[in-house]
């Protein structure tokens, strides 16, 4: 029998965006782990993360989405040799 689609639903995912060495914009999904893609400019990435998102999903059906908190810097003391 041949689902019958009414609308989409939304969700809402957790992006972290980097910089690479390579001026590369990188974008990983905190809820999906292995859902990650890379890109120019951060319109595009954005644009690309629909995509790998929607694709991930496609390959992993059942995604635990992990409750996002937050981000924090953390100092740690380097020892400096004389």
């Avoid at 694709?55 to 995604?63: D, G, S």
């Avoid at 996002?68 to 003391?77: D, N």
């Amino acid at each position: 029998m041949p689902l019958n689609i009414v609308g989409n639903m939304e969700e809402e995912y957790t992006v972290i965006i980097e910089k690479g060495e390579d001026g590369y914009f990188i974008g990983n999904v905190i809820e999906i782990p292995e859902c990650h893609t890379q890109a120019k400019t951060v319109d595009e990435l954005m644009n690309r993360m629909k995509e790998a998102i929607s694709l991930c999903r496609e390959v992993k059906k059942e995604v635990k989405t992990p409750q996002f908190i937050g981000m924090q810097k953390l100092k740690v003391a380097t020892p400096i040799s004389a």
